[in-house]
């Protein structure tokens, strides 16, 4: 996955609709924060996993990584707004055997303390660190996230287009 090349696409959908919502003198730290919060939500609602009353399987796998990718893009757009964009992917194959020990619950659980907080720069490396093995525990290939992440971004330049 190349980054860098989404930190790029994402200032470029967050400068356009700055521009044509006149959101130039707004501070959007904080709705950024509490859109990602939102955006974990319907993520965690999808794969059920804090459904203990419900014998319901998750959202089929497409559903569930389109929902990953909408908390992506606000992830980034906080890196962006924290002016960090030099961040390292975690390794999959090594991150994999711990995650396996850990419950999902847990890891959104953790994502929604981090996304909570006004997070410093040190904060936000381990924040989108964090955010990038949820992405694991869920079973997406980098490679998934990425193709995802280009697709539901042409879509949300379309919905600009359309007036969304």
């Known amino acids: 996955m190349n980054i860098q090349r989404l930190f790029s ?23 950024r924060r509490l859109a990602f919060l939102v955006e974990l939500g319907e993520l965690a609602n999808e794969t059920r996993c804090f459904k ?13 990584l389109e929902e990953y990718v909408d908390g992506l893009h606000f992830v ?5 707004d924290l002016e960090i ?6 390794d999959q194959v090594k991150m994999q055997s711990k995650l396996d020990k850990i419950e999902l619950t847990d890891v959104f659980l953790s994502l929604y303390q981090a996304g909570s907080s006004k997070l410093s720069k040190n ?12 992405g ?14 280009l ?11 359309t007036g969304y």
């Open 85 to 90: 964009t030099d961040v390292q992917l975690p």
């Open 52 to 64: 203990y009353w419900s014998k319901k399987s998750s959202s089929s796998k497409e559903t569930v």
């Open 9 to 31: 696409m994402q200032k470029e959908l967050n400068s356009r609709i700055v521009k044509e919502h006149q959101l130039k003198n707004e501070e959007l730290y904080d709705k």
């Open 136 to 149: 694991t525990k869920l079973g997406f290939s980098y490679e998934e996230i990425e193709a995802a992440y």
């Open 76 to 80: 980034l757009s906080i890196g962006l």
């Open 151 to 161: 697709e539901k971004n042409l879509v949300n330049h379309e919905r600009q287009n």
């Open 123 to 134: 904060e936000f490396v381990s924040f989108f660190e964090d955010f990038m093995r949820l």
